[in-house]
C-alpha cells in the first residue's frame, strides 16, 4: 500500500450532517412503511381466518386479543397513522408549501406529536367504547 493521498475528493458521510429532525421522521416514515408490510400480513390472517370458520376465527381472535396481540396492533396501528401524516407531510411538500427548514423542522415534530396523539386516542376510544 502507498502512503501518497489519493486527489480525489471525499465522500459526504454520516459525519458532517447535523442530524435533524426531518431527517429522523424521513428514517421513521421507510421504517413504517416496511411494517406496514408485516403488519397487512396479520390483517390478511385474521380475515382469512374469518372466512375460515369459527375454530380458526377463535384462534385468531385469541391471539389478537393476547397482550402480544394487542401490542402488535398498537404498533400497527401508529406505524399506519404515523406513515399517513408522513405522507400528507410530503405531500405538502410536493406542493411548494412549507418548504423552509424552520417549517420542515416544525412539520416534522408534529408528525411524530401528532401520530403518538391520534394513536393514543384511538386506542383510549377502542378501550372505552369498544
Known amino acids: 500500500m502507498s502512503d501518497v493521498k489519493s486527489a ?3 465522500s459526504p458521510h454520516i ?3 447535523r442530524f435533524r429532525p426531518t431527517m429522523a421522521m424521513s428514517i421513521v416514515h421507510r421504517i413504517t412503511g416496511g411494517a406496514l408490510y408485516v403488519g397487512t400480513l396479520f390483517l390478511v390472517w385474521w380475515l382469512v381466518a374469518a372466512a375460515g370458520g369459527p375454530d380458526s376465527f377463535a ?3 385469541g391471539f389478537f386479543g393476547s397482550f402480544l ?3 402488535i396492533l398498537f ?6 397513522i404515523h406513515h399517513m401524516l408522513g405522507g400528507i407531510r410530503h405531500f405538502v ?3 411548494g408549501h412549507a418548504d423552509s427548514r424552520e417549517t420542515s423542522t416544525k412539520l416534522a415534530v ?3 406529536i401528532g401520530s403518538v396523539a391520534l394513536t393514543v386516542l384511538l386506542w383510549l376510544g377502542i378501550l372505552i367504547f369498544g
Open 8 to 10: 480525489r475528493p471525499l
Open 15 to 17: 459525519s458532517i450532517y
Open 59 to 61: 384462534a385468531a381472535s
Open 69 to 71: 396481540g394487542k401490542l
Open 75 to 80: 404498533g400497527y396501528s401508529w406505524a399506519l
Open 93 to 95: 411538500w410536493d406542493m
Open 110 to 112: 408534529a408528525t411524530l
